[in-house]
């Protein structure tokens, strides 16, 4: 291969964080670290994708040294530094700069969604994200203060707290798909946000560096847990990672998955290593 080629990006890994990159009890990575390296040593892009905040992940981001774009919010948000929306040549129509960084709301704009949600205060009982105080979020999440802060910084989802009835909420969710807005029930929060995913942005990402590129990019894609499935179903390689019991998402629609050995970082690089193995096994078949 000719040395011009290095430059090129041909595979991409898009992970989710919490119990996939990060171990479940202590949230390090520090056993991932050799295949985070192998991977830029490849010149292959690490793209985190996750439910945190834009804050919360920018300081991971800088942690590991990643210079490509992130995926926050659930996939409701792009986050893609200056230099490489520059290589990529992108139009930054529609993005907003802040931080060195250009984003894209692919959802709604919170401010739309908390301009609904005190509309509809009057008629059903919940508590925001943008009702809260800092310590308040620390009471119910448990976060620190620098923790709590960072999760409401938020551009594009609304997490509350309900606190009515169960066939109210039915009657909220209709209040919101009139305005092409759902509600998405995580742990302990109803997330309030557009009808777009983990995959919408996995997507957007491939076909930016595709086009650019004017090739087929390669992808491999990690996560746990239901709202990572999209994401699984949109890449060439899906790796599942166990959960904490070790027992695996499983979807009739998942293909030639590979289940990762173990949960956390150290499972994390077990999974990326076979699934860059397997992509190489492929290209010489
Ligand atoms: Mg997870």
């Not at 529609?94 to 301009?115: K, L, N, Y």
């Not at 959960?243 to 173990?262: F, S, V």
Request: aromatic residues 8%; hydrophobic residues 40%; charged residues 25%.
């Amino acid at each position: 291969m000719s040395s011009s080629f290095s430059a090129k990006v041909n595979t991409l890994v898009f992970t989710d964080l919490d119990g996939t990159l990060l171990n479940h009890d202590d949230y390090s990575y520090q056993a991932a670290l050799p295949a985070i390296e192998r991977l830029r040593e490849q010149n292959i892009p690490l793209i985190l994708v996750s439910s945190k905040t834009r804050a919360e992940m920018a300081e991971l981001c800088s942690e590991l040294n990643i210079t490509d774009p992130y995926v926050c919010e659930n996939g409701s948000l792009i986050v893609m530094p200056d230099a490489w929306v520059k290589t990529m040549g992108l139009d930054t129509d529609g993005f907003t700069f802040s931080d060195g960084a250009w984003q894209f709301v692919q959802g709604a704009d919170r401010q739309h969604i908390t301009a609904l949600l005190t509309d509809l205060k009057s008629r059903f009982e919940f508590t925001g994200f943008a009702d809260m105080s800092v310590n308040q979020v620390i009471d119910c999440t448990g976060l620190s203060e620098q923790g709590a802060a960072q999760a409401k910084q938020r551009f594009a989802t609304e997490p509350m707290l309900w606190h009515d009835s169960s066939a109210a909420l039915d009657e909220f969710a209709q209040q919101l798909s009139m305005h092409d807005l759902r509600v998405v029930k995580g742990g302990r929060f109803y997330h309030v946000m557009a009808y777009c995913d983990k995959s919408d942005a996995v997507r957007y990402l491939l076909d930016t560096y595709e086009s650019h590129y004017g090739a087929k990019v390669k992808s491999i894609a990690l996560g746990d847990s239901p709202n990572d499935l999209v994401m699984l179903k949109e890449v060439d390689q899906a790796v599942v990672m166990p959960h904490k019991d070790g027992t695996y998402m499983h979807d009739n629609e998942l293909l030639g998955e590979i289940r990762a050995p173990q949960e956390g970082a150290s499972g994390w690089r077990a999974g990326v290593e076979a699934a860059l193995q397997k992509l190489r096994n492929g290209e010489d078949a």
